[in-house]
């Protein structure tokens, strides 16, 4: 199988099993507060990572088959009883373990959907389907659409940090946590958004320089140089 085949089946990959490693790690014990902090930050960066891996997907190509009807051991089938639809801007992927088919629905999507590169990865059970390529507005209007997730997922971690802060403030006004303790949460829970701020970059510029291309440019200093980790991620949301 080539190399750009190998990156088609990853789009398929479990995208939580793929960020895992990127998540907050620490060899110490976390203060409660802030590992309930780390919890519900986690679980909003692995929805942000979703949300920026689909962003360019439509509706309309992730339900390409919905209507369609293939013949699979000389019976008409319901395509969609035998397949699973996932997409990106630039790709379909159809995944299916019946290899007729798979085969059935390629006759489909080039004779009645009348796409023009359309593969088949059979040790992988694949059917990927490139789209044409965006023209310079659309990818613009990707590319502010990624930002917008970004900025979004910033102000959830920063809503988070805001609720938190208010237990802290609780648990000491009833003793359940005293002074030095809640200064350890505090720090815990700054070194967690540092991570997660940076690890949000990285997957959001992944995502925007794949769209951009040569057009991707960033200004900032030390964006630029947290910018060199972009090949650490891209595979997961790219």
Same mark, same amino acid.
């Given at each position: 199988?080539?190399?750009?085949?190998?990156?088609? $089946?990853?789009?398929?990959?479990?995208?939580? /099993?793929? %960020?895992? #490693?990127?998540?907050?790690?620490?060899?110490?014990?976390?203060? *409660?507060?802030?590992?309930?902090?780390?919890?519900?930050?986690?679980?909003?960066?692995? *929805?942000?990572?979703?949300? !920026?891996?689909?962003?360019?997907?439509?509706?309309?190509?992730?339900?390409?088959?919905?209507?369609?009807? &293939? /013949?699979?051991?000389?019976?008409?089938? @319901? %395509?969609?009883?035998?397949?699973?639809?996932?997409?990106?801007?630039?790709? !379909?992927?159809?995944?299916?373990?019946?290899?007729? %088919?798979?085969?059935?629905?390629?006759?489909?999507?080039?004779?009645?959907?009348?796409?023009?590169?359309?593969?088949?990865?059979?040790?992988?059970?694949?059917?990927? $389907? /490139?789209? #044409?390529?965006?023209? &310079?507005?659309?990818?613009?209007?990707?590319?502010?659409?990624?930002?917008?997730?970004?900025?979004?997922?910033?102000?959830?971690?920063?809503? =988070?940090? *805001?609720?938190?802060?208010?237990?802290?403030? %609780?648990?000491?006004?009833?003793?359940?946590?005293?002074? #030095?303790?809640?200064?350890?949460?505090?720090?815990?829970?700054?070194?967690? !958004?540092?991570?997660? =701020?940076?690890?949000?970059?990285?997957?959001?510029?992944?995502?925007?320089?794949?769209?951009?291309?040569?057009?991707?440019?960033? /200004?900032?200093?030390?964006?630029? !140089?947290?910018? @060199?980790?972009?090949?650490?991620?891209?595979?997961?949301? =790219?």
């Amino acid at each position: 199988m080539s190399e750009a085949e190998i990156e088609d $089946v990853a789009e398929v990959v479990d995208i939580e /099993t793929l %960020a895992r #490693p990127f998540c907050f790690e620490t060899e110490k014990e976390l203060m *409660s507060y802030s590992d309930a902090f780390e919890s519900r930050v986690r679980d909003r960066f692995m *929805s942000f990572i979703k949300e !920026i891996k689909d962003a360019g997907a439509s509706e309309e190509n992730l339900h390409i088959l919905k209507n369609a009807k &293939i /013949t699979v051991k000389g019976k008409q089938r @319901r %395509a969609m009883d035998l397949v699973m639809v996932e997409c990106t801007a630039e790709k !379909i992927f159809v995944r299916s373990l019946d290899d007729e %088919a798979r085969v059935e629905v390629m006759k489909y999507l080039k004779t009645e959907k009348d796409f023009k590169n359309v593969k088949e990865l059979k040790e992988e059970q694949l059917v990927v $389907v /490139t789209l #044409p390529k965006m023209d &310079i507005e659309r990818k613009f209007e990707l590319s502010d659409f990624l930002e917008q997730k970004y900025k979004q997922f910033h102000k959830n971690i920063m809503g =988070v940090k *805001s609720q938190t802060n208010q237990q802290l403030k %609780a648990g000491m006004e009833r003793e359940y946590i005293d002074g #030095p303790d809640a200064a350890i949460a505090n720090k815990e829970v700054e070194e967690i !958004i540092i991570h997660y =701020v940076k690890m949000g970059k990285l997957i959001f510029w992944a995502k925007q320089k794949d769209v951009l291309r040569h057009q991707f440019k960033l /200004t900032n200093e030390d964006d630029i !140089i947290l910018s @060199r980790k972009i090949g650490t991620v891209k595979h997961i949301v =790219v």
